[in-house]
Structure formats: C-alpha cells, structure tokens
C-alpha cells in the first residue's frame, strides 16, 4: 500500500483498488436504492456527545463481558459471507486478527473457512455462529452441533432474510462465488454454493437463499432452536420494539439490532435511530448489541451510551482483510479502539 490508512474510508479505498469489481460491489452494496446503507452511516452524525469534564481519564478500561465471555473492547467482527473473496486466508485470518485483539468474531454460516477450521486457526479466541435457518431442518442442527463441539460460545439466529433483498449491482454482475470457492460448512455443491448451473439474470446468492432458506420461519422456530442448544441464542435483525418484547417471550438470551448491513429492505430505520427504542423495551432482561454504519470511534461510543452492550462491524473489517490480511484486520480493530479511548476520554468516560 501506498500509504497508511488513518481511517476507515482509507481501508475502504484500498481495497475498492484490490479487490474484482464484482467482489467489491457483492461486500458493498445495499438492497434497491441503498437510502438505509446510507442512512445507516450519516444518521450517527444526527447525534450529539456530551462530554463531561475534569474527570481523570489518565486510566481507562475498555473491557467488557458479552454472553458471558470476558473480551477486552466492546468492538466485535460481525458475520460476513465468503471472506475468502477478500483474501485467500478468509475467515481464518479474521480470527487471528480477533484472538490477538482479544475480542470476538461471529462467523457466518456461508464462511469459505469452515466452522472447524476458524477453531483451529484461533482456539483461544471467543467465536459465535451465525446461524440461518435451513429448509433442511437436519442440515440445521447440524451446523448448530458442529458450533457446539468446536468451542463456539453463542448462536447468533438471522431473523430478517425469508428471501434475500434486491441487491441491484449482484443482479447487474450476476453474482456467484469464484469458482475455486465453496461454502466451506456445506457438502453438497448446491448447497455449498459452488454449482456450476447458470442462475440466470439473478444474483445467484438470491436464487440460492430462495431455494434453501426456510421463508416460514415463526417465533416458535426460536424456541425450537433453544430446545436443540446449550449456547446463548440472540436474535440477528430486530427493528421494532414489539418484536424485541416478543423476542424476550422466547427467552432469547441477547437481541442484535441490526438491519442486515442495509441489504434487506431498503427505508428501513438506521439502527442507531431505533438502538433507545430496542434498549427500553429489553429493560436488562437480555444483551442488546448492534451493527450498521459503524467507522469511527465516535460511533461505537454514541452507541454505548445509547445503550448497546457492544457494537459489530462488518465492512471496515472486509476491507482491512481485504488489504493486508490478518494484518490489515488488526489494523482495522487497532484503529476502532485507539478512536474509541480517545473519543471516551474527551467526553470524560472512564469505563463501560
């Protein structure tokens, strides 16, 4: 690389430089018009800090407990598909990158690294398991098991995607996995995402969520998923207040806000707008945490003080993978957390 990033939009730079267009655009882009991808980011500019003063912030602990596992930021990587599209080392590089920052990575059931090999990568690191439900019930509790005997510490259920959200520029590049790429979690082809069949004009991932994910799924499905697992269970895409009520009727142990990276349904609400709305409904009855639109420390501190637990970032991690590896993960997490202390101490915050 040229020069340092400094930023997050500098990582992102890079890699639009590094990677195929059809891999940036797939990473990138929003559902429809991409007005909540957008808002996603600017609506952290619509709130305000506070900062109190003459406070002693000389010593300050970033370290917090997420479902019970001790991590030393409250900066988590989110699940992100197909990383090896990013970097031939993929998921495996990002927990590496998660193990040294001593945080937490949750892995996506559509990884290119499978479930145990990001364990093996990174036996000390805390993980999770992005969980979607299959069609194939079997297929399900499967994965959920392999995530169990592994070492994985929670499951994190998808709850926003009966259907995949119009991507254009994935319909626009057709969009399938490189075809020395495979769903590493997946033994079929098909499943694995890795069939050499045409998917026609479509996104390919669109025909593949189609053909697979189960659209029935009910919030009976949540307790049954609480029925074939010992792990912590949150709920991956909570927008309304009544859902997340709901939610604690099933006993879930932690709610995700999260629009899906604004690749669902466009017009949806940014997540920081709807974070207090979420966080008075759960009233401490179960972890709240949230993803969208996070890159910069200011962020994750508005975040916090909304409420949140912890925050997740997604993209800003895919383009630090995408530059320099695990190097340019650690780098990306470095980042976050050295804009996070500083952001905390000038608004004379000493801890979480």
Known sequence: MSEKPVCINDYEQQAKRILPKAVFDYFCSG???????????????????????????????????????????????????????????????????????GTGMMLSSWSTSSIEEVAEA???????????????????????????????????????TPYLGRRRNDVRNRFQLPSHLRMANFETSDLAFSSKECYGEDSGLAVYVARAIDPSLKWEDIAWLKKITTLPVVVKGILRADDAREALKYGVDGILVSNHGARQLDGVPATIDILPEIVEAVGGKAEVFLDGGVRKGTDILKALALGAKAVFVGRPVLWGLACQGDKGVSEVLQLLREELSLAMALAGELDL
């Open 122 to 160: 990174a036996p000390d690191a805390v993980r999770w398991l992005q969980l979607y439900i299959y069609q194939d019930r079997q297929l399900t509790t499967t994965l959920v098991k392999k995530a169990e005997a592994a070492g994985y510490k929670g499951i994190f259920v998808t709850v926003d």
């Open 31 to 101: 559902a429809d018009e991409q007005e909540t991808l957008a808002d996603n980011v600017a609506a952290f500019s619509r709130w305000r800090l506070y900062p109190r003063v003459l406070r002693d912030v000389s010593c300050m602990d970033l370290s917090v407990s997420i479902l019970g596992q001790q991590v030393s930021m409250p900066i988590c990587v989110a699940a992100t598909a197909m990383q090896r599209m990013a970097h031939p080392d993929g998921e495996t590089a990002t927990v590496k990158a998660c193990s040294s920052a």
